[in-house]
C-alpha cells in the first residue's frame, strides 16, 4: 500500500443473498455505512473494498458491515434504522458487540411480542432495571427511556413479579391555568399523561389496557396523586422526573413499599419549573449519587432511536443552520 492510497480492506461475505440483504436496495446500507463513517466503499458481488485516509474509518465501517453481516446470518432481519443504531454504538465503543446489544436482554411484553434494547446504554438500562429497585434514566428525548421502564414495568406484572403498575407524571401547569380547563382533575391531567398510555397502548390491546386501568391493575395518575401512600407490589414510573420539585421527588421517592420497583425518568435540559426553581430530577442525582441499591443511568444524543428519515432532516436542518 503506497503512502498515497490510504488505507484500504476488501472484505468477501460467503452468501451473496445475505450480503445483498447487507448493502441494501440499491445500496442505501453501503451509502448510509460510507457517510457516516468517511470510508469510500465500492461493492461487487458478495465483496466490498473499503478505503480511507484515515485507518480508523476502514476500521469502523469493516466493523459494521461485518457485525451486521454476523447478525443477518442469524436469520435477523437488518433495515437502515438498525445500520443507524450499529454505527452509533461502534462510534462509541468500537469493542461493542452487536448480536449482544440487538438479540440479548429481549424484554416479553406478551406472549407475542417483545422490546429488545437497542443501543449499549439502553442494555445497561434494562440490566439495572432487573438488578435494582430504584433506578434513574436521565437523556434526552428519543432514547426510550420511558418505552423501555414501561416495557420492564408490563413484562413484570405479566410474569407476576408484580400485582400493579402505577405510572405517573407531574403536571407542571397544576395551578391556576389548569383550573381554566373543564372536566374533573383526571380530565384536566390527561393530556400529561398521554405518552404512558401510548407507550401501554402499543404493547398490549387497547381492550386490555382499559380493562387493567378499570380494575386498578395499571393506575396512571398525576404526581399529586401519590401523596400520602405506600405502594407495596408494585412496579411504579416517574416520567418526566426533572419538573418535579425537590419536595415532591422526595415524597415519590419515600412511596416505595415492600417487594416494589421504581424507575424515575427524565431530561435535565428540558425543565419547565419557573426560574430559578430546583429540579428534583437535578437534586436527587447531587444528593443520592452514592446511595447503595439504586443506579443512574446517563443517555447521550448518540442513543436516540428515531426513524432514518428523522435523522437525515435534522441533519439537513443542522447543515441548513450553519450555512445560513
Known amino acids: 500500500m503506497s503512502q498515497h492510497s490510504g488505507f484500504e480492506r476488501r472484505l468477501e461475505f460467503d452468501d451473496s443473498q445475505l450480503a445483498r440483504d447487507l448493502f441494501g436496495p440499491h445500496n442505501e446500507n453501503v451509502a448510509l455505512i460510507a457517510e457516516k463513517s468517511g470510508a469510500h466503499i465500492d461493492t461487487r458481488g458478495n465483496t466490498a473494498t473499503l478505503r480511507a485516509s484515515s485507518k480508523e474509518a476502514v476500521s469502523h465501517a469493516a466493523s459494521v458491515l461485518v457485525q451486521l453481516y454476523g447478525i443477518l446470518r442469524q436469520g435477523q432481519p437488518v433495515g437502515q434504522g438498525d445500520v443507524e443504531r450499529a454505527l452509533a454504538v461502534l462510534a462509541r465503543q468500537p469493542e461493542a458487540s452487536l448480536k449482544t446489544v440487538f438479540a440479548a436482554d429481549a424484554v416479553a411484553v406478551s406472549p407475542k411480542k417483545s422490546v429488545t434494547p437497542k443501543s449499549v446504554t439502553q442494555k445497561k438500562y434494562v440490566a439495572a432495571i432487573r438488578e435494582n429497585d430504584l433506578v434513574f434514566g436521565i437523556g434526552p428525548a428519543g432514547t426510550g427511556k420511558t418505552y423501555l421502564a414501561v416495557a420492564m414495568a408490563v413484562s413484570a406484572l405479566l410474569e407476576r413479579r408484580c400485582t400493579r403498575l402505577v405510572l405517573t407524571r407531574p403536571a407542571v401547569e397544576a395551578g391556576e391555568k389548569l383550573g381554566f380547563l373543564p372536566g374533573d382533575m383526571m380530565e384536566k391531567v390527561s393530556p400529561y399523561l398521554r405518552p404512558l398510555y401510548d407507550a401501554l397502548n402499543d404493547m398490549l390491546d387497547f381492550r386490555k389496557v382499559r380493562e387493567m386501568i378499570e380494575t386498578g391493575i395499571i393506575e396512571i395518575a398525576p404526581l399529586a396523586f401519590m401523596r400520602g401512600r405506600t405502594l407495596n407490589d408494585a412496579f411504579i414510573i416517574l416520567d418526566e422526573a426533572q419538573n418535579t420539585t425537590p419536595e415532591q421527588m422526595k415524597m415519590f421517592l419515600t412511596r416505595l413499599g415492600l417487594g416494589s420497583k421504581a424507575v424515575v425518568t427524565g431530561d435535565v435540559t428540558q425543565i419547565d419549573l419557573p426560574p430559578r426553581a430546583v429540579s428534583g430530577l437535578v437534586e436527587a442525582r447531587r ?38
Open 287 to 324: 444528593i443520592l449519587a452514592d446511595v447503595s441499591g439504586l443506579t443512574f443511568i446517563s443517555f447521550h444524543e448518540e442513543d436516540v432511536i428515531r426513524h432514518p428519515l428523522v435523522g437525515r432532516i435534522v441533519q439537513a436542518y443542522e447543515r441548513a443552520g450553519r450555512e445560513g
